[in-house]
């Protein structure tokens, strides 16, 4: 078995920083609704029913991370994905997550069928 090179410790630090940005669900929300294009926070606080507080928030520490692009327009802030594959990440992980569950199911189903 062929093995890994060594992984400088500032680049785990900084993909476990990238998975921990990640690891909140309001975030992940917030992602989702820009999946299709630009939004002002005002659309982003009315989709996610939460407060305008908390959703700069988070829109705030994934635009810090460079996840995010913001530009203002009058008193309004938009906000819109910078790098797309992010998509890409989150969609490895969703269908991971839905082929595990899905088997799962089909273990559960089988179970059930023999107690039967």
Known sequence: MKSAKPVPPEIVQQVA??????GEPMRLRL?????????????????TQTSQANVSKHLKIMWQA???SRR??????YYRVEDDSIFELCNVVYDRLAHRIQQQ???????NSNHQ
């Open 17 to 22: 920083d990238y998975f921990s940005l990640l």
């Open 31 to 47: 992602l989702h609704l820009l999946s299709d294009g630009e939004k002002c926070v005002q659309e982003l606080v009315e989709a």
């Open 66 to 68: 460079g996840i995010l």
């Open 72 to 77: 203002s327009c009058g008193t309004s802030a």
């Open 105 to 111: 199911a089909n273990s559960f189903r089988v179970l």
